[in-house]
Nanobody, 128 residues
């Protein structure tokens, strides 16, 4: 059974930083696509960052240069470093994992249908 457990959310002031973690069990993060999504109140869930099994990455334009996605294969954990946070970054942040398909390449994707497994989310609140 695949489990994704996020942590690291919290409340910060604008300009601050946070690091989100997503610990995976029953799933090998190094082998497949992983991503971070967020959903603000009254808005649709959107893709924030993704990393493919070859280490290639993709970011939403709104977070480029401020957020960094990475993974620690030894710890089987996905991370999202959030810097220069803005009030508009306030949202529930979700970790997602792609299908365990036998493809040689699992490229990054910011599209929700590209993911099969989801965590419960961690809240990020940025005050001005």
């Amino acid at each position: 059974q695949v489990q994704l457990v996020e942590s690291g959310g919290g409340s910060v002031q604008a300009g601050g930083s946070l690091r989100l973690s997503c610990a995976a069990s029953g799933y090998t993060v190094s082998n497949y696509r992983m991503g971070w999504f967020r959903q603000a109140p009254g808005k649709e869930r959107e893709g924030v960052a993704s990393i493919g099994n070859d280490g290639s990455t993709a970011y939403a334009d709104s977070v480029k240069g401020r957020f960094t996605i990475s993974k620690d294969n030894a710890k089987n954990t996905l991370y999202l470093q959030l810097n220069s946070l803005k009030p508009e970054d306030t949202a529930m942040y979700y970790c997602a994992a792609g299908p365990r398909a036998r493809w040689s390449l699992h490229p990054p994707s910011l599209d929700q249908p590209a993911y099969n497994y989801w965590g419960q989310g961690t809240q990020v609140t940025v005050s001005s």
